[in-house]
């Protein structure tokens, strides 16, 4: 697996705001810069999701959180823990690291490098799987597909209620997501 220098190091500084991203080999020619890391020379541009649909997916996992809190791990933990869900998803395993992120962003998900970043040195098994979506979903922004793969994984690795409730908080706020299925 190919890995950053930064992700490597834990020392990736990122300026940035709550915005969908693509990654920086992506052809943008006409959407604002949203993200510029200043190790690995990451960009990502803000596409494809407007911002108030954003901000509503952030708003529901926060009020989702607040009912139902998932565990938080530590950064080994987390390591651990996605390592075993990478396997079982048959993709590489992320790796997660600590570092400075801007105050908006609790954790960021880098696809080019496969790696997470997080701010503190504890994260939620549901910020975790929220950026897990982010790195398994063709379309990066906080759409439909994302929102639809996160409640696959939360109801895979945490628990169907945790996921029936998600569906709920994303349905409640008007956000689209496709129907759980029985399995």
């Known amino acids: 697996m ?10 990736l500084a990122i300026s940035t705001t709550k915005t969908p991203t693509v990654p920086g080999n992506a052809r943008v020619h006409n959407s604002q ?8 020379n990451f960009k990502l541009a803000q596409v494809g ?29 987390a390591n651990n823990w996605l390592a075993i869900i990478a396997e079982a998803e ?8 600590k570092s400075t992120l801007s105050k908006n962003y609790d954790a960021l ?13 504890r994260a ?16 990066k922004n906080h759409g439909t597909e994302f929102r639809t793969e996160l409640i696959r994984l939360v109801r ?18 008007n956000l689209e997501v496709v129907s759980l299925s029985a399995t």
Not at 109 to 121: F, G, K, N, Y
Not at 124 to 139: F, V, Y
């Open 2 to 11: 190919a890995m950053c220098q930064a992700c490597d190091t834990g020392r």
């Open 33 to 40: 810069l949203a993200a510029t890391a200043s190790t690995g």
């Open 49 to 77: 999701v407007t911002t108030s649909e954003t901000e509503r997916t952030y708003a529901a996992e926060d009020a989702f959180e607040l009912d139902m809190p998932t565990r938080t791990l530590s950064i080994d933990e």
């Open 90 to 97: 048959g993709v590489d395993s992320p790796l997660v690291f």
């Open 109 to 121: 998900a880098l696809p080019a490098d496969w790696c997470i970043a997080v701010r503190e040195s």
């Open 124 to 139: 939620t098994q549901l910020l975790l799987l929220h950026e897990m979506a982010h790195l398994l979903c063709a379309n």
């Open 156 to 173: 895979r690795y945490i628990s169907f209620p945790h996921a029936a409730a998600l569906h709920k908080t994303f349905a409640d706020s």
